[in-house]
T-cell receptor, first 117, second 114 residues
Framework: GAVVSQHPSRVICKSGTSVKIECRSLDFQATTMFWYRQFPKQSLMLMATSNEGSKATYEQGVEKDKFLINHASLTLSTLTVTSAHPEDSSFYIC?????????????FGPGTRLTVT | GENVEQHPSTLSVQEGDSAVIKCTYSDSASNYFPWYKQELGKRPQLIIDIRSNVGEKKDQRIAVTLNKTAKHFSLHITETQPEDSAVYFCAATVANFGNEKLTFGTGTRLTIIP
């Protein structure tokens, strides 16, 4: 089956620093990947849609200059949290749909737990 | 945009009994409705999905029903087992093999009592 990986799985950083999270589709190509944020005991909230070769589309209320997204290839999207603050601490999850698939199914990465101290 | 409501937020069921989780959506154009199971600290796992051209779909102990007129869909788990304990999310989207942005419900924490 389709596999999506994320790296790192956990990261602790100091307030004011930047953190990069990678999302990879291991056995399929994905023109589009999605980035979600999930706070404890809450639902998944879509942050942005990452498009290969073009700018990401951000959801309302998500600061594009704070959450930089780069979709450099058909198998890799990165999310960089810039000038991180404690309120950015959350579980970040990416997802992707297999290109040319007849299924609408999206495959999720294992998530990255970010803790900002 | 789409808005998905999910009920109940918590559900406790005796092992072997059935569990039902309900969701409503607002966008009549939505045509794809997946259900995900998420264990603590893990990724959401698709357990079943349904497209708008179908009213019901079943996979062993799990079934989903869709009422397009009323804009609601439900997850049914029969013969529940302890390993069914998890958080379940419904979602909805307008799917057209393009940018299918999923809108998730608020989640239901299901606990199976042995």
């Amino acid at each position: 089956g389709a596999v999506v990986s994320q790296h790192p799985s956990r990261v602790i950083c100091k307030s004011g620093t930047s953190v990069k999270i990678e999302c990879r589709s291991l056995d399929f190509q994905a023109t589009t990947m999605f980035w979600y944020r999930q706070f404890p005991k809450q639902s998944l909230m879509l942050m942005a849609t990452s498009n290969e070769g073009s700018k990401a589309t951000y959801e309302q209320g998500v600061e594009k200059d704070k959450f930089l997204i780069n979709h450099a290839s058909l198998t890799l999207s990165t999310l960089t949290v810039t000038s991180a603050h404690p309120e950015d601490s959350s579980f970040y999850i990416c997802s992707a749909r297999a290109e040319y698939s007849l299924s609408y199914e999206q495959y999720f990465g294992p998530g990255t737990r970010l803790t900002v101290t | 945009g789409e808005n998905v409501e999910q009920h109940p937020s918590t559900l406790s069921v005796q092992e072997g009994d059935s569990a039902v989780i309900k969701c409503t959506y607002s966008d009549s154009a939505s045509n794809y409705f997946p259900w995900y199971k998420q264990e603590l600290g893990k990724r959401p796992q698709l357990i079943i999905d349904i497209r708008s051209n179908v009213g019901e779909k079943k996979d062993q102990r799990i079934a989903v029903t869709l009422n397009k007129t009323a804009k609601h869909f439900s997850l049914h788990i029969t013969e529940t087992q302890p390993e069914d304990s998890a958080v379940y999310f419904c979602a909805a989207t307008v799917a057209n093999f393009g940018n299918e942005k999923l809108t998730f419900g608020t989640g239901t924490r299901l606990t199976i009592i042995p």
